[in-house]
């Protein structure tokens, strides 16, 4: 069972929210959606869950598509910063409500994660904290037990300690019983360990779309004198560049086959965090003017 | 059981790693039961599939060994296995490494030895 995106275009008026998007979301893995504010990461999130539709292309659900179609949606919880209950209601009826929508919602589970989170659900949902709105909406999905579940900004307004707790139950849940978890949020490094692959969204295109793994083991700095370090990196994929005084780092990406290091130079390793921002905010780098060495 | 993720290598290979230094001090004896792949996952908020990937490497060099629907534990000999592979990575880890750092500094290889014998005698005391 997978979720199929082809060729997927959003246009708001004039502004061309996702271009071409091409994606899979396979069966029981963990997936970070990463993008920087306004590259089109909801957009994608609110076009499967049939939330805005697409101005062109197609996603499958399971090999349905997914459109209007409310058998495909059932595989599919979604849960963002828009609340889809009616704020009048108190959280223990929206989570019924929840039951009656999800066949094999967990409603026990979801009481125990209440608790757990220390979650009021005599409170109607309206009066819910910033915090405590994200908490209840966590909850229902880690509950539903959809084949597919999307965290749009999941951690929103939790403080560091009801973060961990998510990403314990999350990571329990998923052990327990694997199925597909997407995640998008601009809190890369709490989510670096779990996610097994990882999308890069720019500018409504992908611009990467593999194992979080193999992506950091392609990402490093050389760093060393200004001249030797750009003798080295010349016809490299460099992706940024900082220099402080005579000394330089160059951030590359790539395959790392240097077979002798000259005297003075270092190899270091970079983490997701820093990976994502020289490859979302550095264009242009490989361009640069240089003399000759 | 200390993981350090500030280190930039493999975080399955830190997991195989930390369970080695838990069999080697004593932490998870020979014969006993290591923590499943949903404890290390959740305590460490790790993927699943990271943490199964470290345990596995641990499997295949035969250090500890899968019971079906029971769990896993140290295989007997498995300290006397790790003891000989780390004591041949301790050549290049750290004696490699050290000779050189001193480079680097300028430190002559009689200072370096004779640091080394002042190590041992405040490890001793």
Request: glycine residues 8%; proline residues 2%.
């Amino acid at each position: 069972m997978k979720i199929e995106l082809k060729d997927v275009s959003k246009k708001f008026q004039d502004t061309q929210a996702l271009n071409k998007v091409n994606l899979n979301f396979e069966e029981e893995k963990i997936y970070g959606l990463l993008g920087r504010n306004g590259a089109g990461k909801s957009t994608i999130l609110n076009i499967i869950a049939n939330r805005q539709w697409a101005s062109d292309g197609q996603v499958f659900i399971d090999g349905q598509s997914a459109w209007e179609n409310s058998q495909a949606q059932k595989k599919v919880y979604l849960m963002s910063e828009k609340c889809m209950y009616p704020g009048s209601m108190k959280g223990e009826k929206a989570l019924k409500w929840s039951a009656a929508f999800y066949p094999e919602f967990d409603l026990d589970y979801a009481k125990f994660l209440a608790d757990a989170f220390e979650l009021n659900l005599n409170k109607k949902v309206s009066s819910l904290s910033t915090g405590y709105s994200s908490i209840f909406k966590l909850i229902v999905a880690l509950s539903v037990n959809t084949p597919f579940v999307f965290f749009d900004e999941p951690v929103l307004g939790l403080d560091a300690n009801h973060r961990e707790l998510f990403y314990q139950k999350l990571i329990e849940k998923y052990s327990e019983k694997p199925f597909t978890v997407v995640i998008s949020t601009h809190l890369i490094e709490e989510i670096s360990q779990i996610i097994e692959e990882i999308i890069i969204i720019d500018h409504g295109k992908i611009i990467f779309n593999e194992s979080c793994e193999e992506l950091l083991q392609r990402g490093y700095t050389v760093s060393g004198p200004i001249n030797i370090v750009d003798r080295l990196v010349a016809g490299l994929n460099r992706i940024g560049s900082d220099q402080l005084g005579g000394l330089k780092t160059v951030t590359i990406l790539g395959e790392q086959n240097f077979s002798d290091l000259p005297k003075g130079i270092e190899i270091g390793k970079l983490d997701l965090q820093k990976l994502f921002i020289k490859i979302t905010s550095n264009k242009g780098v490989n361009n640069d003017h240089e003399s000759n060495a | 059981m200390k993981l350090n993720f500030d280190d930039n290598r493999p975080i399955f290979l830190q997991i195989a790693e930390g369970i080695e230094d838990g069999i080697l001090t004593d932490v998870f004896k020979e014969g006993e039961q290591i923590p499943s792949i949903t404890e290390i996952s959740v305590t460490y908020q790790i993927n699943p599939a990271t943490a199964l990937k470290g345990i596995n490497l641990l499997v295949e060099e035969e250090i500890i060994f899968k019971k079906r629907g029971v769990g896993m534990f140290v295989k007997s000999g498995a300290v006397s296995k790790l003891e000989e592979k780390r004591r041949n990575e301790f050549f290049e880890n750290y004696v490699k490494k050290m000779i050189e750092e001193a480079g680097k500094l300028k430190i002559s290889k009689q200072e370096i030895v004779a640091m080394i014998g002042r190590g041992f005698l405040d490890n001793e005391n």
